[in-house]
T-cell receptor
Framework: GAGVSQTPSNKVTEKGKYVELRCDPI?????LYWYRQSLGQGPEFLIY????????DSGLPNDRFFAVRPEGSVSTLKIQRTERGDSAVYLC?????????????FGPGTRLLVL | GENVEQHPSTLSVQEGDSAVIKCTYS??????FPWYKQELGKRPQLIID?????GEKKDQRIAVTLNKTAKHFSLHITETQPEDSAVYFC????????FGTGTSLTVIP
């Protein structure tokens, strides 16, 4: 089957604008993760969904960031009032059952540039 | 990343030589340690993982060792090939999800 997909692949926006980033996990995967990867750094955890609910949102940097997964499959990461420091690659991953010893399969990422 | 330290940040080896990348972690609740390979502009791909009840795991030319007492784990690649050139990330996962800062490996033909 298809792997994790993310859209758009690239997004350029202006400071202060609102953006939505979409993640389609592998079909049947109950867990979904969002990470942010800055240039030359490893992925930084943002939020983890188990089904429809956020099991751990401790990585969200502030209240401008929000994510939803209303039907337990597709997820949307929403960033309000974007700042230049939000520029990064946003990675999504999914795993079959969730839990902390499960293999996570990553998507190709969305490269966000805030001008 | 600050809960996982990864060294070296860059590594160049001759084709056929071995490469070793080391990570240390601080969260004693970490019990799952995957390694990912990321080629330029592509998604991270899992190459090997180890769980806390195992000290060593091998898959062809790739091996990982884990020392839970010392809180460190290492990736070993033997008989390196040019296609091994990429950025490698370690991760320590327990109650939290921590990734290292990456090692850029270059295998010189």
């Amino acid at each position: 089957g298809a792997g994790v997909s993310q859209t758009p692949s690239n997004k350029v926006t202006e400071k202060g604008k609102y953006v939505e980033l979409r993640c389609d996990p592998i079909s049947g995967h109950t867990a979904l993760y969002w990470y942010r990867q800055s240039l030359g750094q490893g992925p930084e955890f943002l939020i983890y969904f188990q089904g429809t609910g956020a099991a751990d949102d401790s990585g969200l940097p502030n209240d401008r960031f929000f994510a939803v997964r209303p039907e337990g499959s597709v997820s949307t990461l929403k960033i309000q009032r974007t700042e230049r420091g939000d520029s990064a690659v946003y990675l999504c991953a999914s795993s079959l059952r969730g839990g902390h010893q499960e293999t996570q399969y990553f998507g190709p990422g969305t490269r966000l540039l805030v001008l | 990343g600050e809960n996982v330290e990864q060294h070296p940040s860059t590594l160049s080896v001759q084709e056929g030589d071995s490469a070793v990348i080391k990570c240390t972690y601080s969260d004693s609740a970490s019990n799952y340690f995957p390694w990912y390979k990321q080629e330029l502009g592509k998604r991270p791909q899992l190459i090997i993982d180890i769980r806390s009840n195992v000290g060593e795991k091998k898959d062809q030319r790739i091996a990982v060792t884990l020392n839970k007492t010392a809180k460190h784990f290492s990736l070993h690649i033997t008989e390196t090939q040019p296609e091994d050139s990429a950025v490698y990330f370690c991760a320590a996962i327990g109650n939290q999800f921590y990734f290292g800062t990456g090692t850029s490996l270059t295998v010189i033909p």
